[in-house]
């Protein structure tokens, strides 16, 4: 390959969902192509067949997409890639993608014996359902099996990467972030009590924000219990859910968010949460900035693959989450955010209760967060990209 080829490579994204299927995987792909082309890179998208293809003149190609995610995938995505001219064949994984089939697994290997560069990035490392009676050897295995094979591996956060060092054998392996999906806005005061007013809320009221889809590890429960926490201490407190309340990958979603809806019933807060629902970038990073505190108490710890965390980090939220169960340089507790323990909705009230009767407190979040999302640009995590593809 010569230089100039090196520095402008041609990659297919391989993604099992993209807008405008709603996921944080599909977003992620979908910015991440848009700022590779940005800086010079040729990029395709080979995705679900929910996703209508685009024109070929368009900036991001997307093909069109697949019904299945069975074994076929292993001659006909090769076959793919040869045809858009790929050097690099780059898969988006996540566990409960690809309709929970192996073959995505293998892909890499077959792209090797077809002369196509892998990379591979793992959203996240959760072991799928395979087959009854399947046992965890077998589905670790199953997940792991692209470090053996792959030319290059990407983990978003420094927990992944501690999980799999010294299991890459073939590539190299690399910690890149996952980018802001919500573009950074910034109200004035005036622009605040507006968007405060247009949501039903006084500039009195303890206003809490929850952002992104509801399942079983994003601690919806917990906030739930927090809020009824507050309520009970005689504040006159509100829940703004901001956003879609579940995504296209995982059906559990559902049954969840059935779970707290009926937290929220049974607790008599109906009247104190409003759900947004679906709306455009620009209106959740307008809620991000009426709220007082968002709230986010992952039950498995705050972890840098959330890019709901990045996107309300941009916004200059006041955030409190929970404690990370490995190290995140990223951020600084107490400085960029208020850590609590997971499951604890009486910590999580006591730390909202600090920053809504501390305003120097609530500022010094809000500019700190703003400072360290800049290194969740997506111009830099395509640079990254860029220069692992020409490594």
Not at 74 to 87: I, Q
Not at 254 to 265: D, H, K, P, T
């Amino acid at each position: 390959m010569n230089r100039v080829a090196a520095e402008h490579p041609k990659v297919l994204f391989v993604t099992g969902e993209y807008p405008p299927m709603v996921g944080g995987v599909g977003r992620f792909t979908a910015e991440l192509a848009g700022a590779l082309q940005a800086q010079g890179a040729q990029v395709a998208v080979l995705t679900d067949e929910q996703v209508t293809a685009s024109e070929e003149s368009d900036a991001v190609r997307v093909l069109p997409g697949r019904r299945s995610w069975g074994w076929g995938i292993l001659s006909e995505l090769p076959a793919r890639a040869r045809a858009v001219g790929a050097e690099w064949v780059h898969v988006q994984y996540q566990t409960a993608a690809y309709r929970m089939h192996p073959a995505i697994n293998a892909l890499p290997y077959f792209l090797r014996r077809h002369g196509l560069r892998a990379a591979w990035t793992y959203h996240d490392l959760r072991i799928p359902y395979l087959f009854p009676k399947a046992g965890s050897r077998l589905r670790n295995w199953v997940t792991r099996l692209p470090l053996r094979v792959a030319d290059a591996v990407v983990v978003t956060n420094q927990s992944d990467w501690e999980a799999v060092q010294g299991q890459v054998q073939r590539g190299q392996l690399h910690r890149i972030p996952i980018g802001n999906d919500i573009k950074s806005r910034r109200f004035s005061a005036e622009e605040r009590i507006q968007r405060r007013a247009a949501r039903g809320y006084g500039s009195g009221q303890l206003v809490l924000g929850y952002f992104g889809f509801l399942n079983a590890s994003k601690g919806g429960l917990t906030l739930i219990e927090t809020l009824a926490a507050l309520a009970g201490e005689g504040r006159d407190v509100h829940l703004l859910m901001i956003g879609e309340c579940v995504g296209a990958s995982d059906e559990t979603n559902f049954r969840y968010l059935q779970r707290v809806e009926a937290s929220i019933g049974e607790q008599g807060l109906e009247n104190r949460v409003q759900w947004t629902g679906h709306q455009s970038d620009a209106e959740v990073a307008a809620d991000f900035n009426a709220i007082d505190v968002l709230v986010m108490p992952y039950e498995d710890g705050m972890s840098m693959r959330r890019s709901t965390l990045t996107a309300a980090l941009a916004n200059g939220c006041a955030i409190v989450t929970t404690r990370p169960l490995d190290p995140t340089p990223e951020l600084r507790a107490d400085s960029d955010l208020i850590l609590v323990p997971p499951r604890d909705p009486a910590a999580a009230a006591e730390a909202v209760s600090r920053i809504a009767g501390d305003p120097r407190l609530a500022e010094k979040l809000r500019v700190n967060a703003r400072k360290a999302a800049r290194q969740f640009s997506w111009e830099v995590i395509a640079a990254r990209h860029l220069e692992m593809y020409n490594a």
